[in-house]
């Protein structure tokens, strides 16, 4: 019980460090496009001069950055312990929110290269310590809290943008300087909290195999290459996809259609809100199904984030214009836009993304516990390339273009995983049957 009681506790230290520190994280993303428009308007008053930086290519950045820092994570992670790497990769999430403080487009872009760095470390870390502290049981119970918990990060940080940017339609360098400010200290306290994270004993005791960065780069590549990881990199670059679009893509959209009124910027603070709220709410409710998610797989929850998914596409197809990605625009869209439509589709698109991330969580920490850093950084790998690439495709496609992409990718993804799932399923009921047949054989021979 005493183990237990300490596993859970250090668990919740640890979700509580990640509400500070990625609340900076996930709100100078899902803002940075709109703020750095009014920086580079030379006709508004938000001007900042000879700046020309963009949001959208500093996240690409970002992403792309750590994409390919996921290859070496796994032996920083091994070498100094998940608590130290997740406390140095804070380091560049700080960085990044910190640059809005003094906007240069080389400042810019290298602060969202230390966050992708960063990011690989801080997120690898998380894996291999969720892994750590759970067993088979409580696995799925620990990565739906960590969930929850993790998304009230976009609530507390997001609450701040409503309240800033309501009526706003320029953001200006005092408002750009005050959010800069708060998402730092958020991002810093966060930082603060990784300090206090407990040792693992339980882990430590294990004999821990010693490698070098080129054999942990081919430990990934290997895994990568097995069958299955290459159907749930499906999923992985899925959820880049619709993370890109939910985190920043939507946003923005809701931030440029002027149909939405003067309001426009604080709906946008309120959506990314509501996303958080519904990924929290999926993340508590699925917590609370773990008793039926263990009995019937978890093959009906990603099944169901993809109908969710579907339906918030839909809306998005009917009430956003076409070209509200690309800046302010008066266009029409089929239906006209409503703040509470909008505000549904945030919520849908939240709940979708709990239920396919608390699963991936759950099938990876579950069947690949033994190799989890690598398996973590082959997630995070392949779901960067997708957001990388969300970000990069909102740059070039209209708003229709990017929801047929993510509607085919969610496609994939719910066929991948479900194909892992259902064999991960005859595989622990062959395990069952070999150990009754073992029992009854020594009952026999007793």
């Known amino acids: 019980m005493t183990d237990q009681f300490s596993r859970r506790k250090t668990i919740n230290v640890f979700a509580l460090g990640f509400i500070f520190m990625l609340s900076a994280s996930r709100v100078t993303i899902s803002i940075l496009k709109t703020v750095l428009s009014s920086a580079s308007d030379q006709t508004g008053t938000g001007y900042v001069e000879g700046f020309a930086g963009d949001g959208f290519v500093a996240n ?8 390919f820092s996921n290859f070496l994570a ?18 560049g999430y700080t960085a990044y929110s910190a640059q809005m403080l003094y906007l240069e487009d080389w400042l810019l872009y290298t602060c969202a290269m ?12 998380q894996g291999n310590f969720l892994a750590i502290n759970s067993d088979p049981k409580t696995v799925g119970r620990n990565a739906s809290i960590f969930w929850a918990l993790y998304q009230m990060s976009g609530v507390t940080g997001n609450i701040a943008v409503y309240l800033l940017f309501q009526g706003v339609q320029v953001i200006e360098k005092d ?4 959010t800069g400010a708060a998402l730092t200290a958020m991002c810093f306290t966060g930082q603060v909290l990784t300090l206090f994270l407990r040792p693992t004993p339980w882990e430590n005791e294990k004999e821990k195999k010693k490698t070098n960065p080129i054999q942990s780069f081919m430990s990934c590549l290997r895994l990568l290459s097995t069958p299955d990881i290459m159907k749930l990199s499906l999923s992985f670059l899925y959820s880049g996809f619709e993370t890109s ?5 939507l946003p923005s959209c809701i931030g440029f259609t002027q149909n939405l009124g003067i309001g426009r910027k604080g709906i946008m603070g309120l959506c990314s809100i509501m996303v958080s709220i519904g990924s929290m ?10 008793g039926g998610i263990n009995r019937r797989g978890r093959d009906p929850v990603i099944l169901t984030g993809y109908v969710l998914h579907t339906l918030a596409y839909f809306l998005c197809f009917l009430f956003l214009p076409h070209l509200s990605p690309f800046g302010e625009t008066h266009s029409d869209s089929y239906v006209t836009p409503r703040m509470e439509v909008l505000l549904l589709v945030a919520t849908l698109m939240g709940m979708g993304d709990a239920c396919l991330n608390t699963q991936i969580i759950s099938i990876l920490s579950g069947a ?26 909102s740059t070039n496609l209209g708003l229709y273009w990017q929801l047929l992409v993510l509607k085919i990718s969610a496609v994939l993804s719910t066929i991948g995983f479900s194909l892992v799932e259902w064999k991960i399923k005859e595989r622990n009921k062959e395990t069952e049957k070999t150990l009754e047949l073992q029992t009854l054989k020594s009952e026999n021979i007793q």
């Open 60 to 67: 690409a950045i970002l992403y792309a950055t750590f994409a």
């Open 175 to 178: 408002t750009r300087i005050s």
């Open 114 to 125: 230390l966050n992708g760095v960063g990011a690989a470390l801080l997120w690898t870390g």
């Open 281 to 290: 709410t999926g993340g508590l409710v699925l917590a609370a199904l773990k």
């Open 74 to 91: 796994p032996w920083i992670v091994n070498t100094i312990g998940p608590r130290y790497a997740m406390l140095i990769g804070g380091l």
């Open 368 to 393: 690949y516990k033994d190799r989890s850093s690598e398996a973590f950084a082959l997630m995070k790998l392949v779901q960067s390339i997708g957001v990388s690439g969300g970000f990069v495709m």
């Open 245 to 249: 679009f939910w985190a920043g893509v």
